[in-house]
């Protein structure tokens, strides 16, 4: 039988059981959210005469936990509507109505004796056939059954989301003795498909796969901070960007998720893994024990690593803790020689070998670090998993890591990585020297576009089971290259599909990103029959290349510049009228141009996590590749008979001139950035490429005939002008805006008006195009445009002056 989830009961409301409800909610599933009964009245109830029978207060908890979660931020929900989805109750007067659910996550407080409890309760309950799953971060999976059913064992596992259950993609599924093939294989491509995780199948070991070696390379930089003597900025530095770690590196990520979780999750490894190797490596330093003492537990309490200070004249600087004399300091920069020599190695992957041959602190620290990861990961098989890439997989979709230990080992070398071990003392495992010894040399291969591992049992390269469902950019780009420059690779996806990759830095879009595109173009339009634009950067596109921007601008190059913008525009222009289909797919950061390329493909399949918005207003132009363009023709297709035209042009207006971004692809449709009925929305980041291809193929194959140009816009005049002005008028005479935000808005209104026109008219594309670069080309000559075009290339932030 097809077994499909319409209706999901989460059981326990805090943070991880909200957070877990909405993603479930975020995908068009109906979610029952409950929590137990309050046992007193709060002085509020009291004062309003309530008693513990009032529905409302049986509900207190529950209700009151959902709507913190929905207030957080970042959201744990992609629109506000989806929260509409989710039902709350509580377990005494609902219970019943589980019943109906077609899979029951238990979500309570970290006890083997509460979750046995629940888990008696919800059976008597629980109609048989229904999926349950325990979200558990270390208890074994082994003890939660005792005295159920055999059908209840059948269908029960761990499924550890990691927090927050939106954002991060890790979903660890925990089998318990019991568990069937058929639950296994169902969550495994149910949390792929549907949630957009990376889903992990882990043995029933502490802490399981994520946290256990997560937690274990933070404990050893604890204690290698102090056995080397360095600060925490330094450590910072060296775990950070640079080697394909989040921004908040190792100290302040720690401060963000809460010393007193790391502590538990520590301790926890301290008491159940006492065979471990690395043992003592879990007990906690004395700095550590001393932070615990004083509740400096990072974010949560104003203090932790890093502590903001308010100084007297209202402005505030972030301190640094001292490990040795644990009082907070000013902080300190951090230079190493060999994080210079990296600079210009784009591509993190290359990073490693050039790391560990450093002379300084730094080399010393990536080869002590590396070694002790190797040394530890290597031992972890078979123990937690038997496969290596499920290591890999946890760490990079659990802790943000670009490449997992396993990946860095072989950017290394396998040999290179032996030796390491073997400097700092380490025993290496057998498998090691048996992989050694062959002729393989490797963890990782590709063959014919897809990943193989090692596998230890085997002893041979074996294909990761799951990628025929996804399209991997990074086993092909070399072999299925059809076309490249600089900035730009075209592959050849199969099926008369190419796509365009942006390589430049930060997928900026500039001259060689332009040039490829219409080269690619070229090549497509006579040997393909669509074309997808995607890429696998950590963002989609940042926007214009507004270095460029601003070098022609401060050197008066106006013609030049005039030249730059209109080929921006044509090549857009050329995406939307080309003579096959062209389909854009963003992530996470689409901005400025990033989102006009979008706005003019034919058809855009998003991922959810995309934040995407025409943000040109906070660098003091207005948006100039299309998008002013776009969005007043958006608002002239939706115009009706005896509709008020103006109200549906204001918000697009608005849209640009508050530089509004969507926080998610779904609240996109909202901004009109993308338009319901064509747009789709993807949850796997993962199959995005493989969908956007399959929509190219659809259109070309449902007979694509390419389209007319546009001649019949119809522009208010006059009558959007003036309304536009009186609106900026008084945003700047109540000081919401500035005066050359007020200048900037003025420019935009004249192009989304259509121009100073008498009456409302008709015009073509190229009409309102040329408004909109002869409005942007007129700003880029304003002093105040360049200090914000330059703040922003030095900053990386917008100026408001």
């Not at 300084?360 to 098989?381: C, M, P, T």
């Not at 209109?566 to 096959?580: G, H, P």
Request: aromatic share 8%.
């Amino acid at each position: 039988m097809k077994r499909r989830i319409k209706k999901v009961a989460v059981i326990g409301s805090g943070i991880m059981g909200s957070g877990i409800a909405c993603h479930f909610a975020n995908i068009g599933v109906e979610v029952l959210l409950m929590d137990i009964v309050p046992r007193e009245l709060t002085e509020k109830e009291e004062k309003q005469g309530k008693t513990l029978k009032d529905p409302s207060v049986r509900n207190r908890i529950v209700n009151d936990a959902l709507q913190t979660s929905l207030k957080s931020n970042p959201s744990p929900i992609y629109h506000r509507d989806f929260a509409k989805r989710i039902e709350t109750g509580n377990l005494e007067d609902h219970i019943s109505k589980i019943k109906d659910a077609d899979w029951i996550i238990e979500v309570v407080v970290e006890r083997l004796d509460i979750k046995q409890q629940v888990f008696e309760n919800l059976e008597k309950h629980r109609t048989p056939g229904t999926l349950i799953s325990s979200n558990t971060s270390g208890i074994p999976i082994k003890f939660m059954t005792k005295g159920r059913s055999d059908d209840f064992k059948k269908h029960f596992c761990g499924t550890h989301f990691f927090n927050p259950p939106r954002y991060l993609k890790l979903l660890e599924i925990i089998p318990g003795p019991d568990t069937s093939k058929e639950v296994l294989e169902f969550l495994n491509e149910y949390g792929e498909k549907f949630l957009g995780k990376r889903t992990v199948v882990a043995k029933d070991t502490p802490a399981f796969i994520g946290n256990r070696v997560g937690i274990f390379s933070i404990m050893s930089l604890f204690h290698m901070v102090k056995d080397m003597d360095m600060t925490i900025e330094e450590v910072d530095k060296l775990t950070g960007p640079v080697i394909g770690r989040p921004k908040s590196a190792t100290f302040r990520t720690v401060d963000v998720v809460g010393l007193d979780t790391l502590v538990h999750v520590a301790n926890g490894l301290y008491d159940n893994v006492p065979k471990d190797e690395r043992h003592d490596l879990f007990k906690l330093p004395s700095f550590i024990e001393k932070m615990m003492e004083h509740k400096w537990l990072g974010s949560k309490t104003g203090q932790g690593f890093y502590k903001k200070v308010k100084n007297g004249d209202g402005s505030s600087d972030i301190k640094s803790l001292d490990l040795e004399t644990l009082e907070y300091r000013d902080r300190k920069s951090a230079k190493f020689d060999t994080l210079e020599k990296t600079k210009s190695i784009d591509a993190v992957v290359d990073r490693f070998p050039v790391l560990i041959e450093g002379k300084d602190k730094a080399g010393e620290f990536y080869r002590k670090n590396f070694a002790a990861l190797f040394a530890y990961v290597q031992n972890r098989i078979p123990e937690i998993t038997d496969t290596l890439y499920k290591i890999d997989d946890a760490m990079k979709a659990g802790f943000g890591w670009q490449h997992g230990p396993f990946h860095i080992w072989d950017a290394i070398g396998l040999d290179k990585g032996i030796q390491l071990m073997k400097d700092e003392g380490f025993e290496v495992a057998d498998w090691i020297h048996t992989l050694s010894e062959s002729n393989q040399k490797s963890f990782y291969s590709i063959k014919s576009g897809k990943t193989y591992f090692y596998d230890v049992d085997q002893k041979s390269h074996q294909k990761i089971p799951g990628q025929d469902a996804f399209i991997i950019l990074d086993n092909i780009r070399e072999s299925h290259e059809v076309f490249s420059n600089k900035d730009l690779v075209a592959q050849d996806l199969g099926d008369g599909i190419l796509n365009i990759e942006f390589r430049s830095k930060m997928n900026s879009i500039g001259g060689d990103v332009l040039n490829g595109i219409n080269a690619a173009m070229d090549i497509a339009e006579k040997e393909y029959d669509g074309v997808v634009i995607s890429n696998t950067g950590d963002n989609f596109s940042v926007g214009a290349n507004i270095g460029m921007i601003f070098m022609l601008a401060v050197e008066q190059e106006y013609e030049e510049l005039n030249a730059a913008i209109k080929y921006f525009q044509d090549t857009m222009m050329r995406m939307r009228y080309s003579s096959i289909p062209t389909v854009a797919a963003p992530h996470q950061m689409a901005l400025g141009g990033g989102c006009e390329l979008s706005m003019h493909a034919d058809k855009v399949v998003a991922h959810a996590e995309t934040y995407i918005g025409l943000v040109e207003f906070g660098v003091g132009v207005i948006p100039g590749g299309g998008g002013s363009k776009e969005m007043t023709r958006r608002a002239a297709m939706t115009f009706q008979k005896d509709d008020v035209e103006l109200n549906r042009l204001r918000e697009n207006f608005l849209t640009i001139g508050m530089a509004k971004v969507a926080k998610s692809a779904h609240e996109a449709y909202d901004l009109n950035i993308l338009e319901k009925g064509k747009d789709i929305v993807v949850v796997s980041r993962d199959r995005q490429l493989a969908v956007a291809k399959e929509q190219a193929r659809l259109i070309a194959q449902n007979g694509y005939t390419q389209p007319v140009k546009t001649n019949d816009i119809k522009v208010l005049g006059r009558q959007a002008l003036g309304a536009f002005l009186v609106g900026t008028d008084q945003m700047k005479a109540g000081k919401y805006i500035s005066e050359h935000d007020h200048k900037i808005a003025k420019k935009l209104a004249y192009v989304m008006s259509g121009g100073d026109l008498s009456e409302a008219n008709y015009v073509s594309e190229q009409y309102l195009l040329d408004l909109e670069r002869e409005a942007f080309l007129s700003l880029c000559g304003e002093r105040k445009t360049l200090e914000r075009l330059q703040h922003m290339i030095k900053k990386g932030k917008p100026l408001r002056n």
